[in-house]
């Protein structure tokens, strides 16, 4: 079955009224009206896949009813027209987990928290990874131009001019290509920080390639 079915299912299997709730009247009967329009027309998308939910409308009229009901209860449904009916729908996850607790679908809000909150972390392990590829990316390309740069000016017999600081700094480079500029500076003989680092590889680079 699908995640919507489960749903109109589980809402089918409500009591219409119930006379032990504690919710006013009022209130009830606004719940009561948005489930009966959801279980008649109502749709939810597989959480895996995307955010959406939507309820049709043949009638403007109890189009307009039910979203002043459900705005009221704080949730921002929006509108369109979907062929000759008229839509109201939901694609923020937040919004779709009140709307379900507010017709009352319990165990639909759990599933459907579980199925977010895996999501959501693993949407965040995803960003994590790209970040750290595109540093690593970045890296790597800066210490490819440096050892450029250092071969050139060993090439170019200018590598035994450097200053002391900067030829331990050029070495540490080319021994350990793959290491962050933080990691080289407590390499060095007088540690300095990444910014230090940068600013001697930088002067390096100027080094060899000015003319």
Request: with cysteine; aromatic share 6%.
């Amino acid at each position: 079955m699908s995640f919507s079915s489960d749903v109109r299912e589980e809402l089918l299997e409500l009591k219409m009224w119930d006379n032990n709730s504690n919710l006013l009247q009022d209130e009830q009967l606004a719940r009561l009206l948005v489930r009966e329009s959801f279980i008649k027309k109502g749709f939810i998308n597989d959480p895996n896949k995307e955010y959406h939910l939507e309820i049709l409308f043949k009638s403007k009229k109890k189009k307009e009813q039910i979203k002043e009901i459900i705005m009221n209860f704080g949730i921002v449904i929006k509108e369109t027209k979907k062929g000759s009916d008229y839509m109201l729908y939901l694609k923020d996850g937040e919004d779709i987990s009140s709307f379900l607790a507010l017709i009352g679908a319990n165990k639909a809000v759990i599933k459907f928290e579980e199925i977010r909150v895996l999501k959501d972390t693993r949407n965040n392990i995803n960003r994590l990874v790209n970040c750290e590829t595109a540093n690593l990316n970045k890296i790597i390309n800066a210490s490819v131009k440096q050892i450029e740069d250092i071969k050139k000016l060993k090439k170019n017999n200018k590598f035994e001019m450097l200053p002391d600081n900067l030829k331990e700094l050029a070495n540490l480079r080319l021994q350990n290509p793959d290491l962050t500029y933080e990691e080289l500076g407590k390499m060095l003989s007088k540690p300095i920080g990444k910014s230090g680092v940068s600013h001697r590889l930088e002067k390096i680079s100027k080094i060899a390639n000015d003319n």
